[in-house]
């Protein structure tokens, strides 16, 4: 999905401060589009053809000053939200007083400086970022649902919109349940009196109670027809975040939605933020592979798992490592664990790769049966042997073991079976796989097969 570009447009009579604060601008701004006018008729002429996130404006231009383009961009049926900054050198008492009422959202301190401003723009733009969202819009009247529809549409908002809260509860049931979805709701909004045997404040207690929902997940707005005190307290404890009274202003209810909007993005990148510092406290820096901690913390429940089986152990270890660490070097032989963790985490996205200690990786694989397993694991064996990492030479010897043969075993004793197998393979010559049955180490029957060789690594570049 293409990330959301920041429309700016600057207006300054001088062609030099333009040039200045457009490249400022794109340099602070991340995916920032900079449009540049000359003066106020200009600008207003670039919104009357296409939307734009942001104005910046001079107190003086050529044409008229920035208090009289704020007001005129007030009255647009387009821009009238568009966030406007006035620059100036001095915020002085007209300024101050005359700013609210012609709609200025806010001023900078030219007498800071260039880069200043840009920092400056670049905190604006985080804060008052434009309305982008997913709305689930709970409406049983036709007329007020197509009214509302076209408010949030026209704010650039996606709106789905349903009658009835049975049918908005199916929907972000479905969505919760679904963590790869692409149609997230961003925000509820619904009314509180609804046809059907469920109202919204049933739907909101479902939400909080029975989904266990917080305000910051699933914001919700509430809509009612009525300004009863006692119905606006009902409306918070169903655990609403905020309601509009109808009938609707148009102004109000997107400066709610605006607010409810940032709660949910600022909860959404403080998720984000959460998920990948937990990949990271469990990812091998070195290989990109999952750390034994995370085998450790993880490895029994995936074992044990009814819809895994059968689940095979596979140990891998790089034939002669200590000779190549010793012959080229540890820098040498650093990077060829890391491009063995990549080939391995591309070969096996559907399994759990971890590094087990040193130049050892463990892999656990599910559902795969015997003749699967062999077939992958010689796959891997004959792609290493002519990888080349680092430009070197290497072959790995591969023990493998299965639940199929060994259910309800430990992990420890699990993957200890693995390792004796692996123990097999390297004494019977390396560069060769061995399977840990009920009977013992076996050998793996491709290491029968004609074309099988064992090449002599050279450790050299």
Partial sequence: ?????????VVDGSSVTRAILTRILQEEVKNAEIYPCATGEEALTLLNHSKYDLISTALMLPDM????????????????????????????????????????????????????????????????????GHILFVEDSATAAAVITKILEKHGLKVTQVATA?????????????????SEYDLVITDFILEGEMTGGDLLHAIRAKMHMSQQECPVLVLTSTDDQSTQVEVFHAGANDFVAKPIVEEVMIARVRALLLIKHQYDALKQQAEDM????????LTGVRSKRY?????????????????????????????INDTLGHITGDHVLAELGEKL?????????????????????????????LERAEQLRNDIATLKPAGVDITVSIGLASTADHPDETLTRFLAMADKALYSAKEAGRNRIYIYTQQGSTASPWNDDPDFSEPVPSFTH
């Fill in 1 to 9: 999905m293409n990330e959301h570009k920041t429309r700016i447009i």
């Fill in 65 to 132: 000053d920035g208090l009289a383009l704020s007001r005129e961009v007030r009255t647009s049926k387009t821009h009238n939200y568009i966030p406007i900054i006035v620059v100036s050198g001095d915020a002085d008492s007209r300024l101050l007083r005359e700013g609210f009422e012609a709609g200025v959202t806010d001023y900078f301190d030219k007498s800071q400086g260039y880069k200043a401003f840009g920092g400056f723009v670049r905190s604006f733009v985080q804060r008052h970022s434009g309305l982008i």
């Fill in 166 to 182: 049975e049918e908005a509860l199916r929907l972000i049931v479905e969505q919760k349940g679904d963590e790869e979805t692409l």
């Fill in 278 to 285: 937990r990949w990271i406290a469990v990812t091998d820096s």
């Fill in 295 to 323: 085998l450790v913390d993880n490895g029994e429940a995936y074992i044990s798992n009814s819809d895994y089986q059968p689940v095979w152990g596979m140990l891998i270890d790089i034939d002669h490592f200590k000779t």
């Fill in 345 to 373: 985490n591309d070969s096996f996205p559907d399994g759990m790769v971890v590094r087990f200690g040193g130049e050892e990786f463990c892999i656990l694989l599910p559902n795969l049966n015997a003749d699967q397993m």
